[in-house]
C-alpha cells in the first residue's frame, strides 16, 4: 500500500523558513518522480513544485521560484520542500503526491499545515 506522510508544517511569521518532509512508502520511490500541491483555504489545490526520480530536474510554480527548492532522498525514501521567505499567501495545507498513478489511482498525503502570519 502506497503511504505518504508529510510534516514539517507549522505557524511562523512573514518572511521565516520552513523545511517540510515527505516519507515514501509502498512504491520503488527511486524510479517516480514527486510533486508537492498546496490548497489555500477556499480555493483548489495547486501545483507547487516537481523534481524527477534522479533529481536531475526540478520545476516550480511562478510564485515561489527563488524561494521554495525541492529535494528528495532516494536512499531514504524521503521528499523535502525548503521554504523560505515565506508570506501570507504561501499560508495553505501542503500536500506530496506521485507524479502519475500506481495501481490506476493517485495518492496524495494527509498534508500538513503552513501558517503564515504576523
Known amino acids: 500500500q502506497v503511504q505518504l506522510v508529510e510534516s514539517g508544517g507549522g505557524f511562523v511569521q512573514p518572511g521565516a523558513s520552513l523545511r517540510l518532509s515527505c516519507a515514501a512508502s509502498g512504491f520503488t520511490f527511486a524510479t517516480r518522480a514527486m510533486s508537492w500541491y498546496r490548497q489555500a483555504p477556499g480555493k483548489e489545490r495547486e501545483f507547487v513544485a516537481t523534481?524527477?526520480?534522479?533529481?536531475?530536474?526540478?520545476n516550480y510554480e511562478d510564485s515561489v521560484k527563488g524561494r521554495f527548492t525541492i529535494s528528495r532522498d532516494n536512499a531514504k525514501n524521503m521528499l523535502y520542500l525548503q521554504m523560505n521567505s515565506l508570506t501570507p499567501d504561501d499560508t495553505a495545507i501542503y500536500y506530496c503526491k506521485v507524479v502519475g498513478s500506481i495501481d490506476s489511482r493517485e495518492w496524495w498525503g494527509q498534508g500538513t499545515q503552513v501558517t503564515v502570519s504576523s
Open positions: 523534481i524527477s526520480a534522479p533529481s536531475t530536474y526540478t
